[in-house]
C-alpha cells in the first residue's frame, strides 16, 4: 500500500513501496538494500547479480526519464548485465568475488570510464570516450563492484546549490520535485536516494558531496585530503577535490571508503597516506559504542548567513544534540574559532582553467576541446554559468606557483591550524553542525546568499566530513547533520556517524511509485 500526501505544488511525501524480485519463488526486496543484506541473499540463493541490476535498471527507466523524471543519471553502462552474468559465474566458482561483489555503482560523470562517455557535464565534452579508467573506478572494479550508469553534474562540478546542465536540464529533488537537488554530485545523491544503484561516487571541492547527500536525506562522505586517488577525475581545483561515497547507510558508505584508500603515485596528494603506512579501516570498525567522545558546536557555521539558520532546521540541529547526548557523548557549546574563514580569500586563487587545461592534454586526440578557454568559447555550457565562465577566462591563469594559489594554500594552512587548536582547546573528537542551515531551495529562486550551506570548513582544511539524515522539515524536506573531524580520523568520524544514525534511524525513502513485482529467470 502506498500512501501520497502532495504539499504544495512538486511536494510530496510518499510513504511506502518496494520493489520485489523473485528468485527460485523466494522474494528480495531491492529498495533500502544494503551491501551485507545483497551479499547475504547471494549466499542463500535468494538473489542473483542479473537479477539486482535488472531491478536497478528497471528503476533508472520507470522514473528517471519517466514518471517523476528525476534526470539524475547521464548514461547507463550497455555492458551492465553482461558483467552481472560474469559476477554469477566467479560466484558459483569461488562465491564472493571481492568487498563489494556485485555492487552496483552509480559513478559521477566526471570520472574517467574507458570506452565509456564521460562529459563533466558539459555539452563541449559530448562524444568523449576515455581510453582509461579513473583510478577509483580500477579500485571499485577490482573489488567486484559494477559500474551501474554515469550521474547528472552540473557543467565542470561548477555549481554547488543545484544540479543542471544541458544535457539533462534540472535534476529534481526527489522528496519535492520543485526543490533543488544541490550540487555539484546531485545526480548521484538523487540516484542513491531514489534507489537507482546501491552506492555511489561523488566529488567533493567545496562541499558537492555533502550538500546533495543532506539534500537526499541519504550519508555522504568528504574524505581526509590525500587519503584516496583523484587520478582520472576531471579537476575542479586540485588543491581541494576529493572523491567519496555517497550511501544510504554508513556502513556502506564505509565499505566503500576502504576500498578507495590508498597510496596511488598517479595522484601527489596521496603520498602523505603512504608516508602515515596504515590507516585504519573504517568498515570493521563500526560501533554503537559512543560513551567518552566529545563534540563540539560550531555555530560560525551557521549562524553568518543573511538568514542564520531556519527554525525548523535548529530544532532538528537541536534534538540531534538530544541524541547525541543520550548516547553518552558531552557536547561543548563554547567552541569558537579565533579566525574565521573568509570565503572571497579562497576565491583568490582561480586554478579551474589552469588545472583543466593540464588535464585536458593528457586525454588524446580524441577528447574535442583542449582548454577551457575553448569550452567557454563554444558556448556549450548552461546559462546559468555564463558569468562565472567569462570571468574565469578573461581572469588569471592561476597555476600552483602563482602568488594567489601560494595564498590560498597559506590561508588553508591557518585555517587548518586554527581549528586543530580550538579542538585541542575543549579535547574534541568532532565538530558538529547543519550541514545546510535552510531546506532545500525551491528550484524557481536559487540563490546563494539564502542557500544557507555551512559546507567550507572541511574544503578549507582537508580534514574530514561526513552528513548523515537528520530528519526532516515540513515533513517532507531532508536535513543533514555534519560531523567534521580530525585529519586522518576518518574511521573515527565514520563510527560516530554510524552511531547517531543506529540511534536515530533518521533515513526515510522516498517511494516513487506504487509496488511492482519483478519476477526474473535464473540462468
Known amino acids: 500500500m502506498t500512501s501520497v500526501r502532495y504539499l504544495g505544488t512538486g511536494a510530496l511525501l510518499v510513504v511506502s513501496a518496494a520493489l520485489a524480485v523473485e528468485t527460485r519463488g523466494k522474494s528480495f526486496i531491492v529498495e533500502e538494500t544494503t551491501i551485507e543484506l545483497v551479499h547475504a541473499a547471494f549466499r542463500d540463493g535468494t538473489l542473483t547479480c542479473r537479477n539486482l541490476v535488472t531491478a536497478y535498471l528497471s528503476r533508472i527507466d ?92 552540473p557543467d565542470l562540478a561548477l555549481n554547488v546549490l543545484e544540479t543542471v546542465n544541458l544535457f539533462r536540464g534540472a535534476t529534481l529533488n526527489p522528496y519535492a520535485l520543485n526543490r533543488v537537488s544541490a550540487g555539484s554530485s546531485g545526480g548521484t545523491a538523487v540516484a542513491i536516494a531514489a534507489n537507482f544503484g546501491l552506492v555511489g561516487l561523488g566529488t567533493d571541492t567545496g562541499g558537492s558531496i555533502r550538500g546533495p547527500a543532506a539534500h537526499a536525506s541519504v550519508v555522504g562522505v568528504r574524505p581526509t585530503f590525500g587519503l584516496n586517488s583523484r587520478a582520472g577525475v576531471v579537476p575542479l581545483d586540485v588543491s581541494s577535490d576529493m572523491v567519496g561515497p555517497i550511501a544510504r547507510t554508513v556502513e556502506d558508505a564505509a565499505r566503500v571508503l576502504d576500498v578507495l584508500t590508498g597510496w596511488d603515485p598517479m595522484d601527489p596528494a596521496t603520498e602523505a597516506v603512504r608516508r602515515l603506512g596504515t590507516v585504519p579501516a573504517a568498515a570493521p570498525n563500526l560501533q554503537v559504542e559512543f560513551t567518552g567522545t566529545r563534540v563540539g558546536i560550531l555555530a560560525q557555521a551557521y549562524l553568518g548567513g543573511p538568514r542564520k539558520i531556519d527554525p525548523q532546521v535548529a530544532r532538528l540541529f537541536a534534538q540531534a544534540l538530544t541524541d547525541l547526548s543520550s548516547l553518552g557523548v558531552e557536547v561543548i557549546d563554547t567552541v569558537k574559532l579565533n579566525t574565521l574563514p573568509n570565503l572571497p580569500e579562497m576565491a583568490r586563487c582561480r586554478g579551474l582553467k589552469y588545472n583543466l587545461d593540464e588535464f585536458l592534454r593528457t586525454l588524446g586526440p580524441g577528447v574535442p576541446v583542449r582548454s577551457f578557454d575553448e569550452i567557454v568559447e563554444s558556448g556549450k555550457y548552461h546559462p546559468s554559468l555564463k558569468d562565472e565562465m567569462l570571468a574565469m577566462k578573461n581572469g588569471q591563469f592561476d597555476g600552483p606557483d602563482s602568488q594567489a594559489c601560494r595564498d590560498a594554500a597559506a590561508y588553508r594552512e591557518a585555517v587548518a591550524a586554527n581549528i586543530t587548536a580550538a579542538m585541542d582547546r575543549h579535547n574534541l573528537d568532532a565538530l558538529v553542525y547543519p550541514t545546510w542551515s535552510q531546506p532545500p531551495q525551491l528550484a524557481s529562486n536559487v540563490t546563494l546568499q539564502t542557500s544557507g550551506q555551512t559546507l567550507r570548513f572541511a574544503s578549507a582544511t582537508g580534514f574530514p566530513a561526513i552528513t548523515v539524515p537528520m530528519g526532516f522539515t515540513t515533513e517532507v524536506l531532508p536535513a543533514g547533520l555534519s560531523l567534521l573531524g580530525r585529519k586522518w580520523a576518518d574511521a573515527a568520524l565514520l563510527r560516530m556517524a554510524y552511531a547517531f544514525e543506529q540511534a536515530t534511524k533518521h533515513r526515510r525513502p522516498p517511494v516513487l511509485a506504487p509496488p511492482v513485482r519483478v519476477q526474473q529467470r535464473v540462468p
Open 62 to 153: 520507470r522514473f528517471d526519464d519517466r514518471g517523476p523524471k528525476l534526470h539524475a543519471i547521464a548514461s547507463v553502462n550497455p555492458r551492465a548485465l553482461e558483467e552481472a552474468d560474469q559476477r554469477d559465474r566467479a560466484f558459483a566458482d569461488r562465491g564472493l568475488a571481492g568487498p563489494l561483489h556485485c555492487v552496483p555503482v552509480i559513478l559521477k560523470d566526471n570520472i574517467l570510464t574507458a570506452g565509456w562517455e564521460t562529459t563533466a557535464g558539459t555539452l563541449a565534452l559530448k562524444g568523449f570516450i576515455p581510453d582509461r579508467d579513473a583510478t577509483a573506478v580500477t579500485r571499485l572494479q577490482g573489488a567486484g563492484a559494477i559500474l551501474l550508469a554515469k550521474s547528472s553534474m
